[in-house]
Every structure is written in structure tokens, then in C-alpha cells.
């Protein structure tokens, strides 16, 4: 069984939208960064080539920022692949290839249910999140024991896949 989380598409004119938007975010920054570089040279706080550099510096980490976010909200799915002995979940990039993120063993699975319920029942697990906020479905926790210890891995299963994942709990005990 194979499910793919993905977000609403962006129809032609919002996806223009937030590439002129995230220009004009850049456009402010570098403004914005500059007159900085030059108060903190003009007033002698800083060398002008120290304030080049960290203005540089500044904008660099900003793009990243902005640029992490944009893959994160717009390109960014997960794949869910369920047999009878694991579920192994990928990220996928846009069309790209699915890359590896986890592997759930059944014969490890603890328990299913609401994250909170998880998280409260076992403190200190390590969360792991295959969610994205853009996607309609709600959000569901598989805690199992790893090697590295107890993970509660958050999804966003379907009915068919959440029904496979209780079914397969229910036969475990």
C-alpha cells in the first residue's frame, strides 16, 4: 500500500505571486542590510570591511532561509509505503527520486493514536515529523522502539492506510 502527502498545487498566478513577493523580500533585505553596512561604518563601529562581510553574510542566510521555506511549504511531499513487515517513509522533492527517512518495523510498533496521547504516554521519545502543514488530512503518531530508542514518528495517513496500521497492531498482540 502506498500513500503520497502533498499539499494543495499552487495554481499559475499564486505561484508568480510568491516569486515576485520572495524578490521583493530580497529586494528589502539588501536595502535593509546595506544602510546597516554603512551606519556601522559611518559611525566607526565597525571596519568597513567587517560590515561587508557580515552584511553578505547576512543576506546569504536569509535567502537560505527563504529558500528552505519555499521547499519545505511548495515542493516538499512524503511517500508512505506499507507492506505486512515495515512501513518505510521517503521525502520526495517535487518529480525528484524519494529519499530515504524511516523505516518502521511492525514487529517494533508500540502504539497509534493522537500525538499528544503519544508524547504523554512516552516522555522522552525522540519526534520525528512526515507532515506538512499544507495538507488536509489530520495528523497521527506510530510509536515504536528503534535501535537508537523509543521514536514517535508523526503522519498523515489516509483511512485505508490508517485502518492497515491498526490492523496490524491488533494482529501483533
Known amino acids: 500500500m502506498e500513500q503520497r502527502v502533498s499539499g494543495p498545487r499552487l495554481k499559475m498566478w ?11 523580500f530580497l529586494f528589502a533585505a539588501q536595502f535593509v542590510l546595506t544602510f546597516l553596512q554603512y551606519t556601522l561604518t559611518f559611525f566607526r563601529i565597525l571596519d568597513a570591511q567587517v560590515a561587508y562581510t557580515i552584511a553578505s553574510v547576512a543576506y546569504w542566510v536569509l535567502g537560505g532561509l527563504l529558500g528552505l521555506k519555499f521547499l519545505q511549504d511548495y515542493v516538499l511531499n512524503y511517500l508512505y509505503t506499507a507492506n505486512t513487515k515495515q512501513m518505510r517513509v521517503e521525502r520526495v522533492y517535487g518529480p525528484g527520486r524519494p529519499r530515504f527517512m524511516e523505516d518502521v518495523y511492525f514487529s517494533r510498533l508500540k502504539a497509534l493514536g493522537e500525538p499528544e496521547e ?7 521519545a ?16 506510530m510509536a515504536y ?4 530508542g523509543m521514536k514517535i514518528l508523526l503522519i498523515q495517513p489516509s483511512e485505508e492506510m490508517w485502518a ?3 490492523t496490524v497492531l491488533k494482529g501483533k498482540k
Open 118 to 124: 503519544m508524547k504523554k504516554r512516552f516522555p522522552g
Open 145 to 148: 522502539d528503534s535501535t537508537e
Open 14 to 24: 499564486q505561484g508568480c505571486v510568491a516569486v515576485v513577493l520572495a524578490a521583493v
Open 164 to 166: 492497515h496500521l491498526q
Open 126 to 141: 525522540k519526534v520525528l515529523r512526515a507532515t506538512l502543514r499544507r495538507a488536509t488530512l489530520p495528523v497521527k503518531a
